[in-house]
């Protein structure tokens, strides 16, 4: 940028300053805007780090650098936007020096290519950042309002300066039309069920532990149940799969590489399926020294040194195990079942070998939410009072389901399939409208303070029954 005289600069400079002054604006809320979506998505940024290991083999937490380059972006366009407005009000011309074109330019690019890759590859996130708006869209309009209200100041300036009238008539026509968009928000677009009275405010739902509590301990073991009721959440949520020779147990990964130290102790198998070990092998493995070197969430380095020694003598737990575990906890316990490789000795009788570890544990079995979809039937038929989740493939529902198990992102997509069946029954919607809304009230405050993922990425668990 260069300071000199206004009257020294002819017309066409100063329409050439209009245009980069344009772009460095256009610059500044690309960066914004990508920063919030960063901070909004920060609690599901762990997909896109398991995402890299799965693909790239090498564990790195992705979130700090996301949110360090997206910083420097922010604060750097912000500098810029400043410099020029307060060389605006002097009377003098923009001139950026070509470095500074091509680093706008640049960031253009980059946060345009994010936002592409966004939408290619994870686009229900969408959901998440529309929903993430009805609780910070009433503060984000505060500051849009104060944003051009001190904009006014400069662009009357540059009005009275342009000399050509279709500029400054475009310019007037712009500056009004963002105006009248920004001050009749509330009444057009803003819909928040933050505002509202406090007698309407809907019961805070339950929480739903996402592999646990993975931000305190190592996922899907029996720390991480622990710390689950610690949280005072009331299902624990988890992946299961059948090991070689008939023992469920619980594991996320199709490999074992990420939350075990397979490599060193099987490292010819270091690709196999995880379902492919015995029971006997999987026993052999530590499942939690990977949380302290790796630190997949920052909740690893506050723990205490007893919790420190806990986590880095976890095993992988067997299903049976763990559910005795969780009736001792009066937690209730909802896990994804994994069907194993076609090679596999349990590949058509998985479900069956499930059902029996979960009979054999004695446990109660109001405390199982059985979520697979596969062989329902016959799951009800030998566990009847086991409940029955549905979730995204429902099937041919002949009776009204009692509970759902849908991402909260668009459980209004999916709410009319409750009342049919030729139901007329309102009980259900009547519930999850209630959860819609204690969800968008509990959303900030449980983000990080409880550790439980669930709050952002997980489903949850909506009953239908009609409230009393």
Request: charged share 15%; with cysteine; glycine share 6%.
């Amino acid at each position: 940028m260069k300071w000199g005289s206004a009257e020294s600069f002819s017309p066409a400079p100063l329409q050439c300053d209009c245009i980069w002054f344009g772009l460095l604006f256009l610059t500044f809320l690309l960066s914004l805007g990508w920063l919030y979506i960063g901070l909004i998505l920060l609690n599901d940024l762990h997909n896109f780090n398991e995402f890299l290991f799965r693909h790239w083999g090498h564990w790195m937490d992705w979130s700090l650098i996301v949110l360090l380059v997206v910083s420097l972006l922010v604060t750097y366009a912000s500098l810029l936007l400043l410099l020029g407005l307060l060389l605006q009000l002097c009377g003098q011309p923009l001139h950026l020096h070509s470095l500074h074109k091509v680093l706008l330019l640049l960031i253009i690019l980059l946060v345009a290519a994010g936002l592409v890759g966004l939408d290619i590859q994870w686009r229900q996130e969408w959901h998440s950042l529309r929903l993430s708006l009805q609780a910070t869209a009433p503060f984000l309009h505060i500051g849009a309002v104060a944003g051009i209200t001190l904009l006014a100041w400069p662009v009357a300036d540059t009005f009275y300066r342009i000399h050509p009238r279709g500029p400054k008539v475009l310019l007037l026509l712009l500056f009004f039309g963002v105006t009248l968009v920004i001050y009749l928000m509330p009444l057009l677009f803003i819909s928040s069920p933050c505002i509202m009275k406090l007698r309407d405010l809907p019961p805070k739902p339950g929480l739903v532990g996402h592999r646990g509590a993975p931000m305190l301990a190592p996922e899907n073991t029996l720390m991480s149940l622990r710390k689950t009721a610690e949280c005072g959440a009331a299902v624990f949520e988890t992946d299961v799969m059948v090991s070689s020779d008939g023992v469920p147990f619980l594991m996320h990964d199709e490999r074992l590489s990420r939350t075990t130290n397979v490599a060193s102790v099987f490292p010819e198998r270091i690709s196999a399926h995880s379902s492919d070990f015995s029971w006997a092998e999987l026993q052999r493995l530590n499942a939690g020294t990977w949380f302290l070197e790796r630190q997949p969430f920052w909740g690893a380095k506050k723990l205490s040194g007893s919790d420190r020694k806990e986590a880095e003598n976890q095993t992988i737990p067997a299903l049976e195990e763990l559910l005795k575990e969780a009736a001792a906890l009066n937690l209730s316990i909802m896990f994804d079942l994994r069907r194993p490789p076609r090679n596999h000795t349990y590949y058509d009788t998985f479900v069956n070998q499930t059902l029996e570890a979960v009979l054999s544990a004695n446990v109660s079995q109001a405390m199982v939410l059985w979520l697979p979809d596969e062989d329902r039937a016959n799951v009800q038929q030998r566990a009847p009072r086991m409940r029955q989740i549905y979730g995204h493939q429902g099937g041919n529902w002949t009776e009204r389901p009692q509970f759902l198990n849908l991402p909260y992102q668009d459980l209004n997509k999916r709410t009319p399939k409750v009342d049919c069946q030729k139901r007329t029954n309102t009980g259900g919607a009547k519930a999850i409208h209630s959860f819609i809304h204690s969800f968008i009230h509990s959303f900030i405050p449980t983000m990080h303070t409880y550790g439980m993922t669930a709050v952002t990425h997980a489903a949850f668990i909506v009953s239908s029954k009609k409230q009393m």
